[in-house]
């Protein structure tokens, strides 16, 4: 089954939890440097349809939304335990870039400019692990 390229109508569930195989989501300390790292990976090549950006309002709001309706059975899995700490970032500020990463070469791209511009966090969707980048 190929990996689809989400887009910012798309927030792709597992069990009503957050799953977005085949993306990199990160965390940034605000809104701004979310905005300058989006423009870094455009300029490393990326495609301005692979790197969504939301931000902190906009992650909290939908976070809070998902974690209301999450299946029993994600209850208690790794996925949710991250939607909790992205919801408590997202209420402390932190922007968020939801980035297209279909395969190893473009996840370590999108984890070296993360860090580079002080993500707080970057996680790798896999179909069957979440993988930390940073």
Sequence with gaps: MAIKRLTK????????????VGHVVVAFDSDARASE????????????EDV????????????????????????????????????????????????????EPHALRVADIARRHGARLAEKYHRLVIEDLI
Excluded: I, T
């Design 9 to 20: 109508a798309d927030r792709p569930l597992s069990f009503g939890a957050f799953n977005p």
């Design 37 to 48: 790292a989006a423009r870094a990976l455009r300029d490393a090549g990326f495609d301005a």
């Design 52 to 103: 969504l950006q939301y931000s902190a309002a906009e992650e909290a709001e939908e976070m809070s939304r998902l974690l209301d309706s999450v299946s029993g059975a994600a209850g208690f899995g790794h996925e949710v335990g991250l939607m909790r700490q992205y919801k408590v970032l997202a209420e402390n500020g932190c922007g968020w870039l939801v980035v297209y990463a279909p395969d």
